[in-house]
Every structure is written in C-alpha cells, then in structure tokens.
C-alpha cells in the first residue's frame, strides 16, 4: 500500500538515495516518513493523473486553518475539550457523529470549536461509511464519533470494510463511566474487545492525561504504513475530567515505527528491471496501493509500454481509457485483461494482495509468469501468491527508484523495451472481446445508463455505489480518469455504502459533482442519509438501477440454482406489476427533486435533468432484472472458466 507523506514542515535531514550504477551519482529523495512529524503536517496525498485538468480534482491539499487555542496553557478543561483541541491540532475540519449518553460530552465540546463541522448523518452506519468516503476521496484519514453500546457496534461495519481497503479512518466512541465497566451498565458493550480484530488497533483512555498522546497516534497509525482504521474509547468520566493537557508528551510506537518499511535496496529495483528486460509479455497489475502514486505509474508505464490491469480497488490509478488500459480484471474483469495475466510472463504487482476474486483458482492464475510484488504490508507477500522477487515497501517509493534507474539505463542506451507484437496481440483481444451489451426495445439496459452518465459528466464526477450488479457495471463502464474518483466497498462487499459515501466524498470535493450509482437493495439499507443529504444541501446526485431484486444474487440463481427464487424479490409480491416501494415518495419526504425513467429513448434527458439540477436530486432508472453482469469467472474458477454469453432470460 503505497503511502506518501507531505511534509509541509521542512525535515531536518532529507533522506537521500544514491544509484552507484551511474558515472554521475545523483541524489534521489524519496517519500520519507518523520517519526517527529506532528499529525497536522501528514496526509496521503491525491496527485491528478492529469496535472491539466484541475476543474474536477479531488484535492486533498487543502489549505490547514491555523489552530487557535481556546484555553489559556495553564487553565483546566474537561477531556472531552482535550479530545476536540487534539483533533484541532491534527487538521481535522469535519467530523460525522451522532450523539448519545455517553458521548454527549464530546459533543458539547464540539459546539465550542471555531474549526469542525460536523455532519449529522441520521444512523451510526451511514455516519461512518460517510467518514470512509471521505477518506477515500481525499485521502486524508475520515473521522466519526458515536455513543457507546449499540452506537459504538453500529461503526462494526464500517470498520471492517476500513480494514479490508485500507482507509485510513478514526473512530471515537463514548464508553460507560469507569466504575460501571464490566457491569453490564446501560449500553455498555465492550467494544474494544468487538473490534480488535478488525481495526488496526484500539485503545480504552482509562487516563484523561493519554488524551494528545492517543489522538496523535492514532492519527499517525492510520495514515502510515498500510493504512487502516484505528478505534479509541473514552469513558464518559474521562471525557468530564479536568486536565491541563501536556501536548509535548512523545508517542510511544517504538516496536511499530521499527516495523515500518525501508526504501527499497538497488540490487531489488535493478532485479526488477533485469526481469522486465528479459520478459516479451509483461502486464501490471495494479491495486489501490498505487491510488497514491498515479503520476509515478504513469511515469513507468510511459517508459516501459507495458499494458496495465486494475483490481476494484485501483480504478483510476491509471486512466481506463488509456491504450495501454485493460480496465479492470478478475471475476467482472475485461475478457483481454484477464487474457493478459493468463498468457502474461511477467506480472508485476504492484499494491495488490492477489484477492480471490480477482485470482479465482490460485493455480491457475498467471501460471506462465514470473511474479514481482510490491506491498507496504509484510503479512500480504507470498500469502496467497509466492513471488519471484518481492519488495515490502511504499510502491511509490519503489516506482520512483524504477523510474530514475530506468530513464539513466535508457539515456545510456543501454536497454531497449519493445513489446509492440505483445501489445498488438491484446489489441486483438480488445477487438474480439469488447465490453457489450444487448437491448429489448425500449427497456433501458444498466450498462447503458453508466455509458450515458460517463458520457454527460465526461468521466469527471466521483462515483459511489452500494454492493452488486450495480457496482459491476459501474466499474466496467465508467472511465474514471484520476484517482479517489472511485468509492466502493470491494473488500467486505457492504449494502448501503454507496449513499453515505457520497456524503463523505461531497464534504471532501466540495465544487466536484458526486454520483451514488445504487441498487434498489442496496439504496435502502441507508435510505434515511436522505434527510443528511437534504439539510446538508449537497450536490449529490443518486442513480437507482431498479430492478426490484438482489441482481446479482439472482444472476448466481439464474446460473447455477436453475433460477429458483429464494427470497430475491425485494418488490410486494401481492401487486408484482407496481414498482414498490416508491424511492420518488422517499425522496419528497426528504425535499430532494426526483423522477423514474422507464424508457431508453427518455434515459439521456433524464440524466442531463438530473445533473443540471442544483443540489440534491434522484434518479429511479428502471431496468430489467433478467440482465447479468458479464464477462464473468465462476468462484473458485480459471481464465478458461470464463463466461461472455446469456442473461436471465436463457434456462442453464
């Protein structure tokens, strides 16, 4: 997982890497991580693929409001002021909570700060998958606060989906007084304990003083190395403690800092590039651990012509409508990216962890290739794939090393990469098997409105999406252009995401059009973030593809269960000919303007009324349920598994 660190505060001693290689040394400086750099200096950066078109980025570079303190050095003030000054003092400008008993404290001390917002979103789930979205559309770590008890287990979710993508995320949860833990108290839950092994870690404030110190570490252990979300429980006592803060007390990660990966070695960067030079089919595949390095992956590509495969969680690293793009890859990739990898003879790997659903049968996959991986995660290299050369590191780092190596070895002409017959080779392969889809009359084919949105927004908008059919086509048929221009839950796979994303993605891209493109079973399970999205007055456009089913679980009954219904109807199974329920009606409830299209002849209307409308507004597309998200490998299948034909309208 590539991450780079910005400091806006100068480093003392730059860290500098010299290629004995050249007759001429030259000095390289790499990403660099300072253990003594304060959280307010740090966060992951969001570069522009295209540096040209800054109309539509998702900057993370916002400009820092100065703290100002509100209490005198030497004057007492309750913990939960502490809490609120420390996330003052790490640049946090908006949090999402919902308030409670034990966490009303915080709360009330929010109210007193002059810098951070905070967006009430109307359920726990939404509020933190709001914070992901967030931070995946600025790559500055997203922040939510909630209650203890059913409050604090209603982040479980979102924490898990954080841990799986790697988004850098904390959460703050009130906790029952100290002397009641352990008592079974009124919404007491030991959330700690719930959510050990799905952070990457937690900490119980038992002492109002370790306030600043766990703050700053938790900031510091979210953004740094693999990224992650990181959970910190605070008695309600603690939060009404006085204190005089000592913001000067150091953190205390000795064995985790020593842990943090090194700059990759010479001898690593240049075995590299010997297998690339020795290779005649080489392919990269690409994962959200480059999402952080876009300008020095399209550096290397330029410099080598090698085709690019991207996971769920890569989209938009590198440019999908690039001619060296074979979009996405796996069990809903393109027929020719999963071609690539199967005949590829190298595979370069680069921030990916070689996930089921992009391998299928692990024995199969790239079974002709030599392996190169790259990951800032030690747990994930030779996991599931055992590599040839691996190097456990920042992948911006080591693409930075590759590239200054590779522009020396090529002005020294001492390489020369030629992989235009591999390339030519793919190209017939994009012919063969182009991305496609059919029509019946006038009814409005999914993929069809995901072509006609990318078409209108000219691939600028950010997307977010629930879980599904939905999100398939989205990522198959959008072309997304940059990175954390893309929002969806890969890992866990969690229903609902898509419309609290939005929320998060909006607060971070304020000027930025966002799109939740949603199932109806997806939509909603957070359908309530209506009421957030209507007072918060965000220019958040939602695009239902309503089939009144759960898509692509009868796409598998259609396939494999001979198309035996099993509870996948999500209309009135009294009165199947009317739309039910009524997401228009929803929609007015909250004052958001919306309208349903039927027909594929009103379908681009429909959207351009959509995305010219100010603000909020939602779009109910109807389309046909016996659609199935194709090319698609079967679980646990390989690249000769693949299936490119029918739909639920064919028995099997």
């Given at each position: 997982?590539?991450?780079?660190?910005?400091?806006?505060?100068?480093?003392?001693?730059?860290?500098?890497?010299?290629?004995?290689?050249?007759?001429?040394?030259?000095?390289?400086?790499?990403?660099?991580?300072?253990?003594?750099?304060?959280?307010?200096?740090?966060?992951?950066?969001?570069?522009?693929?295209?540096?040209?078109?800054?109309?539509?980025?998702?900057?993370?570079?916002?400009?820092?409001?100065?703290?100002?303190?509100?209490?005198?050095?030497?004057?007492?003030?309750?913990?939960?002021d502490v809490l609120v000054e420390a996330?003052?003092?790490?640049?946090?400008?908006?949090?999402?909570?919902?308030?409670?008993?034990?966490?009303?404290?915080?709360?009330?001390?929010?109210?007193?700060?002059?810098?951070?917002?905070?967006?009430?979103?109307?359920?726990?789930?939404?509020?933190?998958?709001?914070?992901?979205?967030?931070?995946?559309?600025?790559?500055?770590?997203?922040?939510?606060?909630?209650?203890?008890?059913?409050?604090?287990?209603?982040?479980?979710s979102g924490l898990a989906d954080a841990?799986?993508?790697?988004?850098?995320?904390?959460?703050?949860?009130?906790?029952?007084?100290?002397?009641?833990?352990?008592?079974?108290?009124?919404?007491?839950?030991?959330?700690?304990?719930?959510?050990?092994?799905?952070?990457?870690?937690?900490?119980?404030?038992?002492?109002?003083?370790?306030?600043?110190?766990?703050?700053?570490?938790?900031?510091?252990?979210?953004?740094?190395?693999?990224?992650?979300?990181?959970?910190?429980?605070?008695?309600?006592?603690?939060?009404?403690?006085?204190?005089?803060?000592?913001?000067?007390?150091?953190?205390?990660?000795?064995?985790?800092?020593?842990?943090?990966?090194?700059?990759?070695?010479?001898?690593?960067?240049?075995?590299?590039?010997?297998?690339?030079?020795?290779?005649?089919?080489?392919?990269?595949?690409?994962?959200?651990?480059?999402?952080?390095?876009?300008?020095?992956?399209?550096?290397?590509?330029?410099?080598?012509?090698?085709?690019?495969?991207?996971?769920?969680?890569?989209?938009?690293?590198?440019?999908?409508?690039?001619?060296?793009?074979?979009?996405?890859?796996?069990?809903?990739?393109?027929?020719?990216?999963?071609?690539?990898?199967?005949?590829?003879?190298?595979?370069?790997?680069?921030?990916?962890?070689?996930?089921?659903?992009?391998?299928?049968?692990?024995?199969?996959?790239?079974?002709?290739?030599?392996?190169?991986?790259?990951?800032?995660?030690?747990?994930?290299?030779?996991?599931?794939?055992?590599?040839?050369?691996?190097?456990?590191?920042?992948?911006?780092?080591?693409?930075?090393?590759?590239?200054?190596?590779?522009?020396?070895?090529?002005?020294?002409?001492?390489?020369?990469?030629?992989?235009?017959?591999?390339?030519?080779?793919?190209?017939?392969?994009?012919?063969?098997?182009?991305?496609?889809?059919?029509?019946?009359?006038?009814?409005?084919?999914?993929?069809?409105?995901?072509?006609?949105?990318?078409?209108?927004?000219?691939?600028?908008?950010?997307?977010?999406?629930?879980?599904?059919?939905?999100?398939?086509?989205?990522?198959?048929?959008?072309?997304?252009?940059?990175?954390?221009?893309?929002?969806?839950?890969?890992?866990?796979?969690?229903?609902?995401?898509?419309?609290?994303?939005?929320?998060?993605?909006?607060?971070?891209?304020?000027?930025?059009?966002?799109?939740?493109?949603?199932?109806?079973?997806?939509?909603?399970?957070?359908?309530?973030?209506?009421?957030?999205?209507?007072?918060?007055?965000?220019?958040?456009?939602?695009?239902?593809?309503?089939?009144?089913?759960?898509?692509?679980?009868?796409?598998?009954?259609?396939?494999?269960?001979?198309?035996?219904?099993?509870?996948?109807?999500?209309?009135?199974?009294?009165?199947?000919?009317?739309?039910?329920?009524?997401?228009?009606?929803?929609?007015?409830?909250?004052?958001?303007?919306?309208?349903?299209?039927?027909?594929?002849?009103?379908?681009?209307?429909?959207?351009?009324?959509?995305?010219?409308?100010?603000?909020?507004?939602?779009?109910?597309?109807?389309?046909?349920?016996?659609?199935?998200?194709?090319?698609?490998?079967?679980?646990?299948?390989?690249?000769?598994?693949?299936?490119?034909?029918?739909?639920?309208?064919?028995?099997?």
């Amino acid at each position: 997982m590539a991450l780079h660190l910005c400091l806006l505060s100068k480093p003392s001693s730059p860290d500098f890497l010299f290629f004995s290689s050249y007759k001429t040394l030259k000095p390289h400086s790499f990403s660099k991580i300072s253990k003594k750099t304060p959280p307010c200096h740090i966060f992951i950066t969001n570069t522009l693929t295209d540096p040209t078109n800054t109309s539509s980025a998702t900057s993370a570079a916002v400009p820092f409001k100065p703290h100002v303190p509100r209490f005198a050095p030497d004057q007492p003030r309750k913990g939960a002021d502490v809490l609120v000054e420390a996330l003052e003092r790490a640049c946090v400008d908006v949090v999402f909570a919902y308030p409670g008993g034990a966490s009303m404290e915080i709360h009330q001390a929010l109210t007193r700060s002059t810098t951070i917002r905070n967006v009430l979103c109307r359920h726990e789930q939404g509020e933190i998958f709001a914070a992901e979205g967030y931070a995946r559309a600025s790559g500055r770590p997203g922040v939510c606060i909630a209650t203890s008890g059913p409050g604090a287990t209603n982040l479980v979710s979102g924490l898990a989906d954080a841990l799986l993508d790697s988004i850098p995320l904390v959460a703050i949860t009130g906790q029952v007084p100290r002397r009641m833990i352990g008592t079974d108290a009124f919404q007491e839950t030991p959330i700690v304990e719930v959510t050990r092994s799905i952070t990457k870690h937690n900490y119980l404030v038992l002492d109002v003083e370790d306030i600043p110190r766990v703050v700053e570490e938790a900031f510091f252990l979210a953004t740094s190395g693999r990224p992650g979300p990181v959970l910190i429980d605070i008695p309600k006592d603690v939060q009404q403690q006085l204190v005089i803060p000592d913001w000067d007390r150091p953190m205390k990660l000795h064995g985790y800092l020593s842990r943090l990966p090194k700059l990759p070695e010479l001898s690593q960067l240049e075995q590299i590039l010997r297998l690339v030079s020795e290779s005649k089919k080489p392919v990269l595949y690409v994962g959200g651990g480059c999402l952080n390095s876009s300008p020095e992956l399209r550096q290397f590509v330029d410099l080598t012509g090698i085709p690019v495969a991207s996971t769920l969680m890569g989209l938009g690293a590198f440019p999908s409508s690039d001619e060296l793009s074979m979009r996405m890859l796996g069990m809903h990739g393109t027929v020719y990216a999963n071609y690539a990898v199967d005949k590829a003879d190298l595979l370069l790997a680069f921030g990916v962890r070689f996930d089921d659903r992009v391998t299928g049968k692990l024995e199969t996959f790239a079974s002709r290739a030599k392996i190169v991986h790259i990951d800032i995660d030690p747990a994930e290299i030779g996991k599931n794939k055992q590599p040839h050369v691996s190097i456990c590191g920042d992948v911006k780092a080591a693409l930075e090393g590759l590239n200054f190596l590779l522009e020396g070895i090529k002005a020294a002409g001492k390489i020369n990469l030629d992989f235009s017959s591999w390339r030519e080779e793919l190209k017939e392969q994009k012919m063969k098997f182009p991305l496609s889809f059919k029509s019946f009359g006038d009814a409005i084919p999914p993929q069809y409105a995901i072509q006609v949105l990318d078409e209108l927004t000219n691939s600028n908008a950010i997307i977010t999406t629930g879980v599904g059919q939905h999100q398939m086509w989205a990522a198959q048929w959008y072309n997304f252009k940059r990175p954390r221009q893309w929002a969806t839950s890969s890992g866990l796979g969690a229903m609902g995401f898509g419309l609290p994303a939005a929320i998060g993605a909006a607060e971070a891209s304020p000027g930025t059009i966002v799109v939740d493109i949603d199932g109806d079973g997806s939509f909603i399970m957070n359908v309530q973030e209506l009421a957030t999205i209507c007072v918060e007055q965000l220019d958040v456009k939602i695009m239902i593809l309503n089939n009144q089913h759960l898509g692509m679980v009868v796409q598998w009954e259609d396939r494999f269960y001979k198309a035996n219904r099993a509870h996948t109807y999500l209309g009135n199974p009294d009165d199947e000919t009317k739309i039910f329920p009524n997401f228009l009606k929803f929609a007015e409830g909250c004052e958001i303007p919306a309208a349903r299209v039927t027909k594929k002849s009103e379908l681009r209307g429909a959207i351009q009324k959509m995305l010219e409308t100010p603000g909020p507004y939602l779009l109910d597309v109807l389309v046909p349920h016996q659609e199935h998200v194709l090319p698609m490998i079967p679980s646990g299948g390989a690249f000769r598994d693949v299936i490119i034909e029918g739909d639920g309208r064919t028995k099997y």
